[in-house]
């Protein structure tokens, strides 16, 4: 019913910057929080930044004054920009949003797209 797609990943030089988009579409009544988690290799997967439909964001301390994360809410997209990345930040980075879909009014879920590969390297 939702599909979230994820574009933009790469491999970026560290301090070179790199923007992440991820565009919702399907069939669904409304799109809640959006954010960007991530998982690097043999570690658990982490939230990396979120957004409410009025703007309100969050950043994990990692990411917080280098990343920016922005939607579009008429287009149902939202993007990650990832400034003066380090080889730290590379991992696969997933869109996850809360959407309502379904029969009638629908009910509230969890979507997540597939994941787009980041690597920060020189």
């Known amino acids: 019913q939702v599909r979230l797609q994820e574009s933009g990943g790469g491999l970026v030089q560290p301090g070179r910057s790199l923007t992440l988009s991820c565009a919702a579409s399907?069939?669904?009544?409304?799109?809640?929080?959006m954010a960007w988690f991530r998982q690097a290799s043999g570690k658990e997967r982490e939230q990396v930044a979120s957004?409410?439909?009025?703007?309100?964001?969050n950043y994990a301390d990692s990411v917080k004054d280098r990343f920016t994360i922005s939607r579009d809410n008429y287009k149902n997209t939202v993007t990650l920009e990832m400034n003066s990345p380090n080889p730290a930040d590379t991992a696969m980075y997933y869109c996850n949003a809360r959407a309502r879909a379904g029969p009638g009014w629908g009910f509230w879920a969890t979507y997540w797209g597939q994941g787009t590969q980041v690597t920060v390297s020189s």
């Open positions: 957004i409410t439909s009025d703007g309100i964001t």
């Open positions: 399907g069939s669904f009544v409304d799109i809640g929080l």
